[in-house]
Structure formats: C-alpha cells, structure tokens
C-alpha cells in the first residue's frame, strides 16, 4: 500500500548551485548530503513539514541523471511514494501489469529501500517506491 508522496525527485547540474538556490527558494537549509554510489549520485535532502525534497547531482557520465540532464535538462526527475512494504507492493504492481525496473529492492538515499518503475510505464514519470529500513 502507497501511503504518501515521500520525495520529489529533481536532476540538478550542480549541488552548490542548486543547494544555494533552494535556501534561498525554501528559506531552511539542506538537512543532509548523501552519496549513493551505486545509483551514480550525490544528493541533498530539504524538508518543508512532511514534504522532502531530493537533488540529484551525477557523479558520473552513465549515471540516470546525467543521461536525464543530457536529454531533458534540470527538472523534476521522480516522484518518491513511501509503501508500508515493498515487496507486497512489488508483488501487487507486477499484478497490476507494471514491471519494476529492480525486482529486488535496493539501497536509496536516507535510509530507504528503493525500487523504480519505468516512465514509459507511467505516463512518462518515473516512479520510486520506498520504504524506511527499521533497525532490527
Ligand atoms: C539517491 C537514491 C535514490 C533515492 O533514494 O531516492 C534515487 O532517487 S536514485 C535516482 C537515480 N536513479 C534512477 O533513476 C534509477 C532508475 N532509472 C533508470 O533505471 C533509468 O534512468 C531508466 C528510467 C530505465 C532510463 O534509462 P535508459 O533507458 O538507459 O535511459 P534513456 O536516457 O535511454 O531513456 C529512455 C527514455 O526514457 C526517458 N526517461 C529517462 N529518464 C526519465 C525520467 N526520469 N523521467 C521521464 N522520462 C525519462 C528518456 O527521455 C527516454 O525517452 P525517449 O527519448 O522518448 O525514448
Ligand atoms: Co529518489
């Protein structure tokens, strides 16, 4: 079950640039950098109440957001929808016909599972699910 919109997305050229700019936009400070290696990705984590917004800066050519930045310039990239359960919510989308770009969650950003379905899938947005890892 999707249980709110987590985090907005949004491909940026660079951190120091974009991180000045949604200060000044936001008026409140970034409140963590994070680097997701496996995802070719530096980000930056705002949140205005329950609302958080991820920059996405590459830190390499084949990253997806240097591909996106290359093809569509800086904008909203993903919208992030937090799930009670991943793999239920994997298991009911494929039901529903979707297929996850990664079956098996991976580690995101701020300490998420995550996992993608394509934008040709989803009337060109792509999506994120993610879940929170609780301390076992
Ligand atoms: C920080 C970790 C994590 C978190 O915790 O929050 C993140 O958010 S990581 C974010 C970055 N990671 C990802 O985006 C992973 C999922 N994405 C992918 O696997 C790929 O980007 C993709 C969606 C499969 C596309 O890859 P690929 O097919 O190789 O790229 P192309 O450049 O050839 O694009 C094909 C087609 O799709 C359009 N496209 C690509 N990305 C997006 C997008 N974000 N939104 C909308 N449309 C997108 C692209 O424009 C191409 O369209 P056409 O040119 O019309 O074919
Ligand atoms: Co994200």
């Known amino acids: 079950m999707m249980t709110n919109v987590e985090h907005i997305g949004i491909a ?3 951190l120091a640039v974009s991180n000045d700019l949604f200060t000044r936009l936001l008026g409140c400070n970034p409140y963590k950098s994070e680097a997701v290696a496996s995802e070719g990705v530096t980000t930056s984590f705002f949140k ?3 609302t958080k917004i991820e920059l996405l ?6 990253s997806p957001i240097a591909k996106f930045l290359e093809k569509k310039g800086e904008g909203i990239h993903h919208i992030a929808f937090e799930v009670a359960d991943i793999y239920a919510e994997i298991e009911r989308l494929k039901g529903e016909g ?3 770009l990664n079956e098996t969650p991976k ?3 701020d300490n998420k599972l995550v ?8 009337n060109g947005v792509l999506v994120e699910l993610c879940q929170e890892i ?3």
């Open 98 to 100: 979707f297929t996850p």
């Open 134 to 136: 609780k301390p076992s």
């Open 107 to 109: 580690r995101g950003a």
């Open 57 to 62: 800066e590459a830190t390499n050519p084949d």
């Open 12 to 14: 940026v050229k660079s």
């Open 48 to 50: 205005i109440n329950q």
């Open 115 to 122: 996992c993608f379905l394509h934008p040709k899938e989803t």
